[in-house]
């Protein structure tokens, strides 16, 4: 089983494994790795919206996805600070690649902490 490493956001925030690509989701729901198409079509999931907080939708064609059931079949994976740690199943000499995909705001967003607002960026303490 391979452990590819790969960036939570930003510059190589996709891991690309047998041709299907992965990025690192954070939701209210929890965070998880999550394949970047839609698995109906192809479509671009790392780009999909919420309907009403508990499923994803898929942009190109409207089908919604699970985020409850993402999380528990998803890729076992750890962060650590700005980094993706997962777990894939195959060889351990499995090509893989690391790219970029652009994300849906609805997928970096994770849960605020409760003692402030929310922001994408923290200020260092």
């Known amino acids: 089983m391979p452990v590819l490493t790969f960036a939570a956001e930003g510059a190589g925030n996709c891991v690309t494994v047998r041709d299907a690509p992965y990025v690192f989701a954070r939701t209210a729901k929890g965070s998880f790795v999550l394949p970047a198409r839609c698995a109906h079509r192809g479509g671009p999931l790392h780009l999909a919206t919420f309907d009403g907080g508990t499923r994803l939708i898929c942009p190109w064609h409207g089908r ?54 929310h922001t994408d960026q923290r200020e260092p303490r």
Do not use: K, N, W
């Open 64 to 117: 919604a996805t699970s985020v409850t059931r993402a999380v528990r079949r998803g890729i076992p994976a750890v962060r650590r600070g700005r980094v993706v740690t997962a777990v894939f199943s195959g060889p351990v000499d499995l090509e893989h690649a690391v790219g970029y995909r652009p994300m849906s705001p609805c997928l970096t967003a994770g849960r605020p902490r409760p003692d402030q607002p």
